[in-house]
């Protein structure tokens, strides 16, 4: 007992320390490669099938059968692997699926291909439009299959439907567009050798090819209907596979379905057994080795890149609805969209017409590029493109609009302030046109320069007017005014030479410059005239050069000047009052008087 005990122990720790052990034991039986999630959604990598597929060291090349639930291709599989039901995939004559996912038969059939051994893996894949799974899951497994097999044979009942185009359609496009990701290059894409399968009970009138054919076939539409259009181009989208393409036909192997697994084959219909073995060799001779980027891929190569294809299936790229291209591109779309925007965005508006022209032009031509890179479909991308295309047409429309608000916006502002200037420039203490030109010349620089984007004519031309009309209103009012300062002046100095400094000159020159006043200016029609008189505009000339300059303006400073002046004076005027008492003396009071006594006054 205790022997047997030790025993059990050893070789317990043998199989756990023997280095590279398999913990399979009989490979002889199919494996899940690929599993659904709970959810019907995702797909996940099954550790089994991967480690019956590692241990492939030759070449390896995968027959992968697609087709609808209930359609036979479990049956089909057994068949041409010459297993029974019972050693095989399992059979399932339920309502539900009895494949989930992607199974692969674990022991390869051994060929030599071109003088190259080459290892062929039988894989069963679930059946599409089965209840309870969305449609991205049938999508998945279709781009999976169609990925990894070198043969893909599309199992259909009866006849080829409308759907089985748009969904194998759908199915190249998206293998085309991860065969190309899988390393992060824009590789050629190499189709599986696709074999439609049709099992019909009659075989008379069209042949299987005519079938094919037919549903392949450009649908007229000479009235330019877009669902027409669509149909063509889910066809279009099929020209990958169309010179690797081949139809072959099978009957019903027996009218009872349900018990075709206990059946042998002298059980079995004759005409199918015939075109069962037609079928195998057929398959023999179009199976390639799998290549991807040049290579042949053995086991441990095909499983790294089944473990690619599937992270890139599943990182969320692809909605989960739908079964066309541009619903695949939805998303692409919006992240391109959103791309144009955000570099829009960053424009510092209001800007010029031209220079919001190329800011769009760039930016566009970098979402269409981004869109490019990334969008699903060589064959269907030509509408995704044009719906990108018009999507930025109206956000460009929207930062257009925001632009002129902007433009009227800042150049409303600037015209105000313009306007302000002027107003405050007509009621000058102190008249100067040097001060008027000046403060004329800084606004219309300003303007220039600040005010921008398509409102900048129109306020142009307004500026104008207000500009002109404010400068006539200024030299019309400036000569009058200009005219009173000199005359109130004139009298000014005629007081202080008469009665403060008293000196006869500055008098006489006081009334000569009144006498002139009052009588040449008389003389001429209009202030304009008078303004540009020679003899007054050398007197208009003195009195800016002395009122206005860089250095100084009396018209800001005269008045304060003018105080501080005056406050000086008062100040000095106490400290003269204060210095003129003899130090140490007090002058007498009537409080203050010397109190005699009174023998002094005995």
Same mark, same amino acid.
């Given at each position: 007992m205790q022997i047997s005990y030790w025993i059990s122990v050893f070789s317990i720790l043998l199989l756990f320390l023997a280095p590279g052990s398999s913990t399979i034991d009989n490979f002889h039986q199919p494996f899940p490669i690929v599993e659904p999630d709970p959810g019907h959604t995702k797909l996940r990598l099954s550790r089994e099938g991967l480690e019956a597929i590692s241990r492939i060291t030759t070449p390896i090349s995968a027959v992968a059968v697609i087709g609808p639930y209930r359609s036979g291709k479990s049956f089909l599989l057994n068949q041409l692997l010459s297993l029974s039901c019972d050693e095989g995939f399992?059979?399932?004559?339920?309502? =539900?699926?009895?494949?989930?996912?992607?199974?692969v038969w674990g022991t390869p059939l051994e060929m030599d291909i071109d003088g190259v051994r080459t290892s062929v893996l039988y894989l069963d894949t679930e059946g599409f439009e089965s209840v309870g799974k969305s449609n991205v899951y049938d999508d998945r497994i279709f781009a999976l299959a169609t990925v990894m097999s070198s043969?893909?044979?599309?199992?259909?009942?009866?006849?080829?439907?409308?759907?089985?185009?748009?969904?194998?359609?759908?199915?190249?496009?998206?293998?085309?567009?991860?065969?190309?990701?899988?390393?992060?290059?824009?590789?050629?894409?190499?189709?599986?050798?696709?074999?439609?399968?049709?099992?019909?009970?009659?075989?008379?009138?069209?042949?299987?090819?005519?079938?094919?054919?037919?549903?392949?076939?450009?649908?007229?539409?000479?009235?330019?209907?877009?669902?027409?259009?669509?149909?063509?181009?889910?066809?279009?989208?099929?020209?990958?596979?169309?010179?690797?393409?081949t139809a072959f036909s099978l009957p019903q192997p027996h009218l009872m379905r349900t018990k075709l697994c206990d059946l042998k084959d002298d059980d079995l219909d004759s005409t199918y057994v015939k075109k069962r073995d037609q079928l195998k060799e057929l398959v023999a001779s179009i199976i390639r080795p799998k290549i991807v980027q040049g290579k042949h891929l053995n086991g441990k190569e095909f499983v790294a890149f089944l473990e690619q294809i599937l992270d890139a299936l599943n990182k969320g790229e692809i909605p989960s609805t739908g079964s066309?291209?541009?619903v695949f591109n939805k998303g692409i779309l919006e992240r391109c969209l959103k791309l144009y925007n955000e570099r829009m965005g960053k424009l510092g508006l209001p800007m010029s017409e031209q220079s919001l022209q190329d800011a769009h032009e760039r930016s566009r031509e970098e979402a269409m590029n981004a869109f490019d890179e990334q969008h699903f479909g060589r064959h269907h991308a030509k509408k995704s493109a044009d719906q990108l295309d018009e999507d930025i047409k109206e956000a460009y429309k929207n930062v257009v609009m925001v632009n002129e608000y902007q433009s009227t916006k800042l150049c409303e502002e600037l015209y105000t302030r313009c306007e302000d200037t002027m107003d405050q420039l007509q009621v000058l203490r102190l008249p100067s046109m040097a001060k008027f030109n000046a403060g004329f010349q800084q606004c219309n620089e300003s303007f220039d320069q600040e005010c921008v984007g398509p409102?900048?004519?129109?306020?142009?031309?307004?500026?104008?007017?207000?500009?002109?009309?404010?400068?006539?209103?200024?030299?019309?009012?400036?000569?009058?005014?200009?005219?009173? /300062?000199?005359?109130?002046?004139?009298?000014?100095?005629?007081?202080?030479?008469?009665?403060?400094?008293?000196?006869?000159?500055?008098?006489?020159?006081? /009334?000569?410059?009144?006498?002139?006043?009052?009588?040449?200016?008389?003389?001429? /029609?209009?202030?304009?005239?008078?303004?540009?008189? &020679?003899?007054?505009?050398?007197?208009?000339?003195?009195?800016?050069?002395?009122?206005?300059? &860089?250095?100084? =303006?009396?018209?800001? /400073?005269?008045?304060?000047?003018?105080?501080?002046?005056?406050?000086?004076?008062?100040?000095?005027?106490?400290?003269?009052?204060?210095?003129?008492?003899?130090?140490?003396?007090? &002058?007498?009071?009537?409080?203050?008087?010397?109190?005699?006594?009174?023998?002094?006054?005995?």
């Open positions: 399992g059979v399932g004559h339920m309502r =539900d699926t009895k494949t989930k996912g992607i199974w043969v893909l044979i599309y199992n259909l009942p009866e006849t080829i439907r409308e759907a089985d185009i748009s969904r194998l359609s759908f199915a190249v496009e998206l293998a085309e567009e991860f065969y190309g990701r899988v390393k992060g290059q824009d590789i050629a894409f190499e189709p599986a050798k696709l074999l439609w399968l049709i099992q019909r009970d009659f075989l008379q009138g069209k042949s299987v090819k005519e079938m094919v054919d037919e549903a392949l076939r450009h649908v007229p539409n000479t009235d330019g209907d877009k669902n027409i259009d669509q149909v063509n181009q889910i066809r279009d989208s099929l020209a990958v596979m169309g010179d690797n393409s066309l291209v541009e409102s900048k004519v129109n306020y142009e031309q307004r500026m104008m007017k207000m500009m002109g009309k404010a400068r006539s209103l200024f030299i019309k009012e400036y000569n009058q005014r200009l005219f009173n /300062w000199l005359v109130a002046f004139s009298l000014v100095m005629v007081v202080v030479g008469r009665f403060i400094i008293k000196f006869i000159l500055v008098e006489m020159a006081a /009334w000569v410059l009144f006498i002139f006043l009052e009588t040449y200016t008389r003389m001429f /029609w209009s202030a304009e005239s008078l303004y540009y008189n &020679p003899v007054w505009h050398f007197i208009v000339t003195t009195w800016e050069t002395i009122v206005y300059s &860089p250095i100084i =303006d009396l018209d800001r /400073w005269a008045i304060p000047i003018a105080s501080i002046r005056k406050l000086a004076q008062i100040d000095q005027d106490q400290i003269d009052e204060e210095m003129s008492v003899p130090f140490g003396l007090v &002058p007498p009071s009537d409080d203050l008087r010397p109190v005699e006594s009174e023998a002094g006054m005995e």
